[in-house]
């Protein structure tokens, strides 16, 4: 069910992405690992999991529950794909 989630970003795009997703984008997207403030990168598109249990990555300080609350209200990005707790998240142009 994760390739069908990864395959509605299109190849070459950059992604800021999990740590249970990141790998299988590896070699077809630029990839970064998500993080709290991400205004340095503005990824094209995030790419979440957020099913309980998921590693979401605390390497560079990020916290999940924060970018729950800050993605939906960031103007630069708006809601491409939602099915359960799969959220795709897309810059706008």
């Not at 395959?7 to 740590?19: F, I, Q």
Request: aromatic share 14%; glycine share 4%; proline share 4%.
């Amino acid at each position: 069910f994760l390739n069908s989630l990864i395959a509605r970003v299109p190849k070459g795009a950059t992604v800021m992405t999990m740590n249970n997703i990141a790998p299988h984008m590896l070699h077809t997207h630029r990839v970064y690992l998500l993080r709290a403030v991400y205004d340095d990168y503005l990824p094209e598109y995030f790419v979440l999991d957020l099913r309980s249990g998921q590693n979401f990555n605390n390497f560079f300080g990020a916290d999940i529950e924060a970018l729950k609350l800050t993605l939906p209200k960031d103007t630069r990005y708006e809601e491409f794909y939602r099915s359960g707790d799969q959220v795709i998240y897309k810059r706008k142009i």
